[in-house]
Each structure stands twice: as C-alpha cells, then as structure tokens.
Nanobody, 123 residues
C-alpha cells in the first residue's frame, strides 16, 4: 500500500514557474514507477510525465515537453514536477500516481493516486 500526498500547487501568472511535490508513505517507494497526471474542468484526466524506478528514464506528454521536468528522490520518498513557462491551458488539478510498469501513459496502469493539487495559471 502506498499513500501519496501532493503539494506545491497555487496561482501563477503565465510564463511563471511552480514546483509540485508528491510525498509517498511506505518503504517501497523505489519499487514504483511514478507519474503525474492532470485534469482540467470538464476534461478527462490526462498523462503529463512519468519517471522510472531509479529516475534514469523519463517521458512526457507532447504538450509539456521542454517546459516540465519530473524527478525523484528515493531517499526522501518524493517525486517532483518542475513546471516552467506555464500557460493558461496548464490550469488543472495535478495528481501523482504510483505504478509498476514504466512507459505507461494511461490511468489504468497506475495503482495508487494522491488527492491532487490545484494549479491555476492566469493570463
């Protein structure tokens, strides 16, 4: 069982930056692939980024490539999402998730989810 708690969301102007954190409970954090998803009002939850067990591999949605960076600190059981050059269309609730298979971009591939943190980008 893994419990995930996101933090770091907030209101930012377009072009600004935010860093999201997701703290995980349990001693097996390094056994999980970690991902970030987001859900805007009236839209489906969509994949944002994922990182492999030790952080050696990452993958991103095309919409955030070059602007967002996912990283993890296994010693601190934490995964991060650095978001730069934010756009109004990045406004959403951001969720972190834990799964067992690297490369998955669908919700069903992840077994554990946090409660989400709101990111609002003003124009």
């Amino acid at each position: 069982q893994v419990q995930l708690v996101e933090s770091g969301g907030g209101l930012v102007q377009a072009g600004g930056s935010l860093r999201l954190s997701c703290a995980a409970s349990g001693r097996t954090f390094s056994s999980y692939v970690m991902g970030w998803f987001r859900q805007a009002p009236g839209k489906e939850r969509e994949f944002v980024a994922t990182i492999s067990w030790r952080g050696g591999s990452t993958d991103y949605a095309d919409s955030v490539k070059g602007r967002f960076a996912i990283s993890r600190d296994n010693a601190k059981n934490t995964v991060f999402l650095q978001m730069n050059s934010l756009k109004p269309e990045d406004t959403a609730v951001y969720y972190c998730a834990a799964g067992l298979r690297y490369g998955a971009t669908t919700r069903r591939a992840y077994d554990y989810w946090g409660q989400g943190t709101q990111v609002t980008v003003s124009s």
